[in-house]
């Protein structure tokens, strides 16, 4: 007997899409973007990010999932308590769509994202909470040129504001307030050491990081088709709740704001390797005719400290702004708080002969500024 298989033309995933005359599917299977913050926010973005099939997507954050993240994070559940947000985040996008590809970073972005690996993607979508990590991704965004779009929420309002550093517009910085570097500032001491204060809990809710979520990626997805929409470089629109209402601003660019000049370009690439010595790179560059390097780091290194007291001393190699201010006193002897040495760059002097790689800290394919007799250079440290 024979047998008849009635096929019905194959479906596939993306259907209802091609149905919308201006969608490209391939655009965004094509597309790099990169999620800075994988809480409440990220967790919206993620996912519709997901849904719609952004084929290539980076998502950094240095926290882990707690009891308090389950009332608004979708990708999290309670057996992941404990675990790096990323790597669960990362995994459960792919579940919701296995044809992406996901990279997880689990760090802090202020220290470990280079500019070369910002670079590789066309646009951020910040999903943060503080001013300091708004600032943090707004330079990256201005060293890298890359835009972004930036989210926060409250209980019952919301706010999206989108910067492109390839226009004069405004950026994030133009809109730091005196009274908000004041609170970015309370997190350092007055050396510039990390204060521990506890992270601010802020009451919120996943209807509000639903709303935020799905207008950033509707900025995001306008951009990526070439499309001006929601936002234009420079404006913000504010959302509340209750009652409802929504309006726009334009962000005042501020003249003396120093991120519009941060956009660097490699022009030398060096292989970086975590055991070579500084110096030697330095030596290669004068070398090849670029004479008198000086090396510019982007965040500032704890060389030595030393306790004035006992003489203990000790190598930290450490960013400034990453190392607690609680951990000053001596180890040794416990009775002083130890002088320490900060530096900012790295030239062919004597004092800097043993130092490694390794000791700047550098992130992932990070870009440096380099000064020579010869006028600057950029360097990016391929890995
Ligand atoms: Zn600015
Ligand atoms: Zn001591």
Redesign the pocket.
């Known amino acids: 007997m024979e047998s008849f298989i009635i096929t019905q033309e194959q479906e596939s995933r993306y259907d209802r899409h091609n149905l919308i005359d201006w969608w490209e599917q391939p655009k965004l299977k094509a597309a790099k973007v990169l999620i800075a913050g994988a809480g409440a926010l990220g967790n919206e973005v993620l996912k519709n990010l997901a849904l719609i099939g952004v084929g290539n997507i980076t998502v950094i954050d240095f926290d882990t999932v707690s009891i308090t993240n389950l009332t608004r994070s979708v990708l999290f559940r309670e057996k992941d308590i404990g675990l790096a947000k990323v790597e669960v985040a990362r995994q459960q996008i792919l579940e919701i769509n296995p044809e992406i590809s996901v990279q997880a970073i689990h760090g802090d972005l202020e220290f470990d994202l280079g500019i070369g690996e910002v670079k590789e993607h066309d646009l951020i979508i910040g999903c943060l909470d503080s001013v300091n990590a708004r600032w943090a991704i707004n330079q990256l965004a201005y060293c890298a040129g890359i835009p972004w779009v930036n989210g926060g929420m409250g209980i019952a309002e919301g706010e999206v504001s989108f910067f492109d550093p390839n226009t004069e517009a405004?950026?994030?910085?133009?809109s730091i307030s005196d009274q908000m570097w004041q609170r970015r500032n309370q997190r350092y001491s007055c050396q510039g050491l990390k204060r521990n204060i506890p992270e601010s809990t802020m009451p919120t809710t996943a209807t509000i990081a639903s709303i935020v979520g799905a207008m950033q990626v509707q900025q995001a997805l306008l951009y990526l088709h070439g499309k001006t929409g929601l936002l234009q470089p420079g404006e913000k629109i504010f959302l509340g709740l209750n009652p409802w209402m929504a309006f726009k601003v334009q962000i005042q660019?501020?003249e003396e704001?120093m991120?519009?000049d941060l956009t660097i370009q490699p022009t030398i690439s060096i292989n970086y390797q975590p055991s070579l010595r500084v110096q030697e790179v330095l030596q290669n560059l004068e070398k090849s005719g670029y004479l008198n390097p000086t090396l510019w780091l982007r965040n500032e290194i704890i060389g030595r400290m030393k306790c004035l007291s006992c003489g203990y001393e000790e190598h930290v190699n450490k960013p400034l702004r990453q190392y607690p201010e609680s951990e000053l006193a001596c180890p040794n002897c416990k009775l002083e708080e130890r002088d320490f040495e900060v530096f900012s760059n790295v030239t062919l002097s004597e004092s800097s002969q043993d130092l490694l790689f390794q000791d700047l800290y550098l992130p992932n394919n990070e870009i440096l500024h380099c000064d020579t007799s010869q006028g600057q250079i950029a360097i990016q440290f391929c890995q």
């Open positions: 405004a950026c994030y910085e133009c660019r501020q704001c991120a519009h």
